[in-house]
């Protein structure tokens, strides 16, 4: 079954928004096994949008259209598609209640527009929503839908993934004859190259080519590390659910030790649920990560838990008036176990980290952009390493702090 | 003149790259004003890219097509075009050469497949490129240019920046038969709301709407604040520069008060350039913000001029015995000063900033997610403000930490 996706909005070809929509809808048709081959974006214009609709429906089974349902004259798209489908609007009376409780609820005036989000094509269904926003709508194209469908979702991406993941694609499976469930989960690893995974996993992605179900794909994401990511078919969820354990338990021998986290799971999340577990304390002090470090960590919801705080020690001064660094050079791995031992000491936490080292754009004591020292201080001692890495100043960062999360990750697994 | 955009990958369907290319082109493209009105993305498939691509050549002037000029068995752009020009591949010896070049002072063999990059169809012109990269193509299309113009472009973002702004976008002024020269400038305002900032500026933009040159837009851009773009065209630099200094003058008087940077200047990188031109050095505290305000002073180069540190006192005890808050409420402006001082004093710094308040999800000390209390201490004295911030945890922290840069910065240009 082919889909395609259409984004309206002039904002977008303006370059003043970045139509990340199109790709995450991308990604969900390819995780249920609907072709997708076709992203349009075009803007507030009704013969453009109409000759835009038009095309994709007849090159395609079915048209995911995103925006241009908001409440203002530019937002056509619910008039063009009952134009196609040679239908009138007539007012939803239930959805224009809805609108009105909403502004009632806030003490507000409702302006008359706002009703334009109740108006529906006759014959159409609405994608049910959040409270207080307007429907998405399928659209039948052609005489009893012969032509194919259009799922029309607001723009603003959280009220469009709702209404594509709990509606759209299970509409989508259904009318593509697929009668049983589709799911996938990702395993997320760092710490080894993309080709290093792939040899690793060669053997395996043969044998699954072979049977063709469940699937393995491979997802760079950057500073995230890479995602593995395994989709499976089955009659029902149960079943579904089964094969990915079962895979995920084949894989574990051959890439479980990278493996850090599951689905959502980030490096941070899992870290701070580790030490949650064991009821242990975290402080960090940072030299070229500058605060990144600490800021990645507070960004988990409940890392007050563990989290005491940190220093940022980016003048030689604090590292060693507060931190107690010997004076001399700071890019060491004596330097860096010195500050996660001081951090832990004086912030009154189980666990120190560090991180110093050449962020760039200049070489520092003779060492190039890119060296990185890193440290995991604990009551057992501490364990320091030297890490060589790519990219610009920006990246260095994020790599050095991914990369000592997952240090103490593994420490912490080792430990019990 | 029309322009459209052409994004070729299948990766990009497939949402494993989110197409930031086609927004950014679309950015040029309006600043330089040439209409803009399809972007499209296609996969990595003849059939497909031909049909897009003779679609776009029929209904616009010009094409640019980004991506697929690799060196893999993938990369069919440039077969694509030379089809569509009706030309065949030649290979470019100056071009083959400078690639074997590159590949011989790595030390590296050359894989043979990499020479397709240096295959040229008949009739195309070169856009120059950095050493080493694949050179991108000026195409024309029917006889003598006739049906318009493909500008296939590489779909890394740094080299298709360089060739778009460099070359395709004077190209296509050129074609469109405007001699002279656009240019933009763009103030970046902190402080005010879109309505506000649109009601300030309402006489302006109708006097220079009647005349329609300079003209005035303006930009949302989230936590970075709000962007008036000034764009101007002249015959010459030194006019469209003249006009672009002189509107800038005309706005001060409306906006000049919340103006903290132009172009590329970003909040931090003009506090630290205020900081250090006053030669003035900054530690921070950082509560509910966590890091993110030290890890964005870090991300300016040259922060260490400025920049000694900071404390992240993220639990109660790390605020009290660190940096000698009392005891009791930690959400208030007395804290926060408490704070900036105890950081001030602790690093050694002129000037302390400090950060507390509720990011959420849960209210805390009696007060509403969103409430924060910031601080700025000087050698003068302290001052402090609480601020009700909306959003998510994410947002709160971002926003707490450019509108404390903001009140610093006001502080500085008022001592000055």
């Given at each position: 079954?082919?889909v ?12 003043q ?9 991308g990604e ?17 214009n009704?013969?453009?949008?109409r000759?835009v ?9 079915a ?6 349902l908001g ?5 056509i ?12 609007l007539v ?8 609108i ?6 806030r003490?507000r005036?409702m302006?008359e527009n706002?009703l ?17 926003t307007?429907?998405?709508l399928?659209?039948p194209i052609?005489?009893g839908?012969?032509?194919g ?9 959280y ?8 509606t759209v ?20 690893t760092?710490?080894?190259s993309?080709?290093?995974l792939?040899?690793l ?5 043969s044998?699954l ?13 950057g500073?995230e590390?890479?995602k ?13 659910v089964?094969m990915l ?5 084949a894989?574990?021998p ?8 599951v ?11 580790a030490l949650a577990e ?11 990560t ?10 988990v919801?409940?890392a007050?838990r563990?989290?005491r ?5 980016y ?13 001399g050079?700071?890019?060491t ?11 832990r ?20 004591e ?17 364990i ?5 890495l790519?990219?610009?100043?920006e990246r ?7 990369t ?7 420490t912490?697994?080792?430990s019990?």
């Amino acid at each position: 079954m082919d889909v395609e996706v259409v984004a309206i909005g002039t904002e977008l070809l303006l370059g003043q928004i970045v139509d990340t929509n199109s790709s995450w809808i991308g990604e969900q048709l390819a995780a249920a096994g609907l072709n997708s081959f076709y992203q349009t974006k075009v803007g507030d214009n009704p013969e453009r949008i109409r000759a835009v609709l038009r095309q994709a429906v007849d090159r395609s089974d079915a048209v995911i259209c995103c925006g241009g349902l908001g409440p203002t004259h530019d937002d056509i798209t619910r008039e063009m598609i009952a134009e196609m489908m040679g239908a009138s609007l007539v007012l939803d009376e239930t959805v224009a209640s809805r609108i009105r409780a909403m502004f009632e609820s806030r003490g507000r005036a409702m302006p008359e527009n706002n009703l334009r989000q109740a108006m529906v094509p006759v014959g159409a269904s609405l994608i049910p929503q959040q409270p207080g926003t307007a429907p998405g709508l399928i659209c039948p194209i052609g005489d009893g839908g012969a032509d194919g469908v259009i799922y029309a979702v607001p723009g603003v991406p959280y009220e469009m993934k709702e209404m594509v993941s709990g509606t759209v694609v299970p509409d989508l499976r259904r009318r593509s004859g697929e009668a049983g469930t589709i799911k996938s989960r990702v395993l997320r690893t760092w710490g080894m190259s993309e080709s290093g995974l792939a040899e690793l996993l060669a053997d395996r992605i043969s044998e699954l080519d072979e049977a063709g179900n469940p699937t393995l794909a491979f997802l760079a994401s950057g500073v995230e590390g890479l995602k593995v990511r395994i989709t499976a078919k089955a009659p029902d969820e149960a079943a579904v659910v089964a094969m990915l354990g079962a895979e995920q338990a084949a894989l574990e021998p051959l890439i479980g030790s990278i493996v850090f986290g599951v689905d959502d799971q980030n490096m941070e999340t899992v870290v701070v649920g580790a030490l949650a577990e064991r009821g242990l304390s975290l402080a960090v002090a940072e030299s070229l990560t500058g605060g990144y470090l600490a800021a990645r960590i507070c960004a988990v919801p409940g890392a007050s838990r563990v989290f005491r705080g940190g220093v940022v020690a980016y003048h030689s001064d604090v590292k060693v008036g507060l931190l107690g660094v010997p004076e001399g050079p700071v890019v060491t791995e004596e330097a860096a176990v010195a500050m996660a031992e001081g951090v832990r000491t004086l912030l009154g936490a189980d666990i120190g980290l560090a991180t110093t080292g050449v962020a760039g754009p200049a070489e520092a004591e003779g060492k190039p952009v890119g060296t990185v020292c890193l440290a995991v201080a604990s009551p057992d001692g501490a364990i320091a390493t030297t890490v060589r890495l790519p990219g610009d100043r920006e990246r260095i960062r994020q790599f050095s702090t991914i990369t000592l999360l997952d240090l103490l990750r593994r420490t912490l697994i080792q430990s019990g």
